[in-house]
């Protein structure tokens, strides 16, 4: 009677449900068909990739009316496009993303306001900024403490044993190099 052996069968569960996992929380939201629109005078429309990355439009006068708008998010940004029906003043207001907007394939400056007339495509596109999992300048940081830190031991250690030119070159080497990346942390 052959015997089943549980533990690897349980790991090759494990791993297929974590790819699984891993499959579904990357997926995107891809263009939406056509829908309508209608924001009235000081209203917004947000959208939001993650806790702090949004991207709010706000309605400032006028009132957005379109019959044709479209959406798609991805977990690097997203865009919403529509083509206005009528005449309307939109602010942009961005937390934590980049943004690009666009007027008939013209890039604009959102800053001070978008006026738009009718028939007019507005293009929003974001991008979120991907952030490494590691704290990689606390990270260089540190080598550079630790540079300066054993390299003037090992300047020192040389120094006792009479190799005054290895020495020096290797203190200057490690102690310059270990300042750079601590000045680096600090200051980025």
């Known amino acids: 009677m052959p015997i089943l052996n549980v533990k690897p ?8 449900s974590f790819l699984l996992g891993v499959g579904i929380s990357g997926a995107n939201v891809g263009p939406s068909s056509d829908f309508v629109v209608l924001i009235e ?12 990355r949004t991207v709010f439009l706000n309605v400032t006068s006028g009132s957005l009316n379109s019959s044709y708008a479209q959406v798609s998010m991805y977990s690097g940004g997203g ?3 529509f083509r206005g ?34 028939s007019d495509t507005f293009l929003l596109r974001w991008s979120v900024t991907i952030e490494p999992w590691i704290p990689y300048l606390f990270i260089l940081g540190m080598i550079g403490l630790g540079s300066m830190f054993c390299g003037t031991l090992y300047t020192v250690h040389l120094f006792k044993k009479g190799e005054y030119k290895w020495a020096l070159v290797q203190g200057v080497t490690f102690i310059s190099v270990g300042f750079g990346l601590f000045i680096a942390w600090v200051f980025a």
Do not use: C, H, K, M
């Open 9 to 16: 069968l349980l790991i090759l569960i494990f791993l297929f």
């Open 41 to 52: 005078n000081g209203g917004s429309l947000g959208f939001q990739n993650r806790v702090d």
């Open 85 to 118: 029906n009528n005449s309307v003043s939109l602010s942009v207001n961005p937390e934590n993303v980049a943004v690009i907007t666009e007027i008939n394939d013209t890039v604009v400056e959102w800053g001070s306001g978008i006026s738009l007339t009718s």
């Open 79 to 81: 865009y919403f496009v």
